[in-house]
């Protein structure tokens, strides 16, 4: 079974960081022992309870959508605060980013491009001959 790591970021104040990712970014949201799960389309994050934000940093997470224009187009109509414009970065997928309630940073980011195909590899090679 495919095992995947789960971002964390930090928050103060739980039921702001709840209600940010419910009625903003629109996760679904559940508490836990240590904080918050907060899922939407295959993207799970953490959220940890936290004494002292300011003590301990932000954090930046990095969070994987295979609809990731429709996303940024929904984060547009519910009026995101910092939310950026989509762009690309050479040989890096379409991405944006955010900062959440407690000030992390949240890059979403597209599928990987696919940089490297075997059948390619291959016919330039038989081309050599």
């Not at 095992?3 to 419910?22: H, L, N």
């Not at 300011?54 to 547009?76: K, P």
């Not at 939310?83 to 992390?104: E, I, K, M, V, W």
Request: charged content about 20%.
């Amino acid at each position: 079974m495919k095992q995947i790591a789960i971002p964390v970021v930090f928050a103060e104040e739980i039921g702001m960081a709840a209600w940010f990712y419910c009625n903003k970014l629109g996760f679904h949201v559940v508490c836990n022992e240590t904080g918050l799960t907060a899922q939407r389309d295959g993207m799970t994050l953490q959220i940890d309870r936290i004494d002292n934000i300011r003590q301990s940093g932000v954090l930046t997470a990095l969070l994987t959508s295979h609809r990731i224009r429709d996303l940024h187009a929904e984060f547009l109509d519910r009026k995101v605060p910092t939310l950026t414009n989509l762009h690309n970065q050479r040989y890096r997928p379409l991405q944006f980013s955010l900062r959440d309630a407690s000030g992390n940073h949240l890059i979403f980011t597209g599928p990987r491009p696919v940089l490297y195909r075997p059948e390619r590899a291959t016919e330039a090679v038989s081309g050599l001959h």
